[in-house]
């Protein structure tokens, strides 16, 4: 078998189901599987995964037993010599693993980068990455990162990054968004590897909870002299804000495994923990402050489908059959919403990436389960709407 992929999901029922529907799309023609883990959901996400996905391979754990442990599980299940850990509120396009697989199995790789070393066999390969995007079509920087040495993580916690690639290591800034090459660190939302490679190193440390368990993941492989890539060539939505609510207990496990991380890996130092200890809070509070669900008023609605859709929308709706036929020209806030039966998830993150804008939100059409689905920026939770 080709490959594997591992969805770890908790309470985000409908983000899951729209991520399964999406990852089968981009499985046709691979030699591949799914595996999904429920680490204990009280939504209704079991029941889901039982009656409209039967046929998939669906592991239930009687508690939440965090991501590390949840993601090893899954691997311990997989037959795949690739596996790709995949978080739930992702949407991957029908071309990603075709790509991704072809980038891997490839004698011979082309990075566009000066600055990076070409492999020369996929042996060379440790962790392939893609680009992510948010539910509004904008880039996420935590795409590519660099390992966050104590510098690193001080340019990036005071914002030294946003002066000058001097400063950007962090999000790996010596390639741009449309460069693929090395990178030290890549995200847990969205990871491909060989399988044998993962167990090499032991996989995610279960002695960390969540947050910091990519970042370690990733310094394993490198250490074990492999090198990281990211891909630039496909991408995913990642709706990032549905992952995690940003409270009291996010922030305290933030800091844990950002501690967990830089004791495990660099020298112990008493002005080291103060300032980890300190920029860790400063990073946890700011990421708290920045969550919101954006309350937008919509003036008009844009629906692109080529079937017979009327979805009894509260204001004005506009129903178009081509991308083509849309023109951005007015000052009114238009939501967009695709009918996923009828337009490929490849042509829907197209689209939001040419057609990004602050006048401009999306949502996506689930018919098999009558609902609509987006977020309206990075730190937006997301929003469900039951038609």
């Known amino acids: 078998m080709q490959l594997s992929v591992i969805i770890l999901n908790y309470n985000v029922r409908y983000f899951l189901e729209q991520c399964v529907l999406s990852v089968q799309k981009a499985l046709e023609g691979?030699?591949?599987?799914?595996?999904?883990?429920?680490?204990?959901?009280?939504?209704?996400?079991?029941?889901?995964m039982k009656a409209k996905f039967s046929h998939i391979k669906f592991i239930e754990n009687a508690s939440n037993l965090g991501f590390p442990k949840g993601n090893n599980i899954g691997v311990t299940q997989a037959k795949g010599e690739f596996i790709c850990i995949l978080n739930p509120d992702t949407v991957v396009a029908e071309d990603t693993f075709s790509k991704i697989l072809s980038f891997v199995k490839s004698s011979e790789v082309e990075i566009h980068s000066p600055n990076s070393q070409l492999p020369t066999s996929s042996s060379q390969l440790g962790i392939i990455g893609?680009?992510?995007i948010d539910g509004a079509g904008n880039f996420l920087p935590e795409s590519k990162r660099g390992v966050p040495t104590p510098w690193v993580a001080f340019t990036k916690i005071f914002g030294l990054y946003k002066i000058s690639n001097y400063f950007g290591k962090y999000y790996a800034q010596h390639l741009s968004e449309n460069e693929s090459g090395k990178v030290d660190i890549l995200v847990g939302a969205f990871i491909v590897m060989k399988r044998e490679l993962y167990l090499q190193v032991g996989g995610f440390d279960e002695n960390c909870f969540m947050y910091s368990d990519d970042i370690d993941l990733s310094y394993l492989v490198l250490k074990s002299g492999k090198s990281n890539y990211y891909f630039h060539e496909t991408s995913v939505i990642h709706y990032k804000g549905e992952?995690?609510?940003?409270?009291?207990?996010?922030?305290?496990?933030?800091?844990e495994a950002m501690q967990f991380f830089y004791k495990k890996h660099f020298k112990k130092s008493w002005?080291?923990?103060?300032?980890m200890q300190v920029g860790?809070?400063?990073?946890?509070?700011l990421k708290k402050n920045q969550q919101k669900n954006e309350i937008r008023t919509i003036d008009e609605y844009v629906v692109f489908s080529r079937e017979n859709l009327e979805l009894n929308l509260p204001q004005?709706?506009?129903?178009l059959s081509d991308f083509n036929q849309f023109e951005n020209?007015?000052?009114?806030?238009i939501e967009i919403i695709f009918d996923t039966?009828?337009?490929s998830f490849a042509e829907i993150i197209t689209f939001m990436q040419l057609n990004k804008s602050k006048n401009l939100s999306f949502k996506n059409y689930i018919s098999s389960s009558n609902y609509l689905i987006g977020s309206n920026n990075t730190n937006d939770r997301g929003q469900i709407i039951l038609l």
């Open 329 to 333: 020209q007015s000052h009114k806030n």
């Open 130 to 132: 893609c680009k992510l």
């Open 341 to 343: 039966t009828t337009f």
């Open 30 to 48: 691979i030699d591949g599987e799914i595996i999904v883990i429920d680490n204990a959901s009280s939504d209704d996400s079991c029941e889901m």
């Open 280 to 285: 860790s809070f400063v990073f946890s509070l």
């Open 271 to 275: 002005f080291f923990d103060v300032m």
């Open 243 to 255: 992952s995690t609510v940003r409270d009291g207990t996010y922030m305290k496990r933030f800091r």
């Open 316 to 319: 004005k709706s506009t129903y």
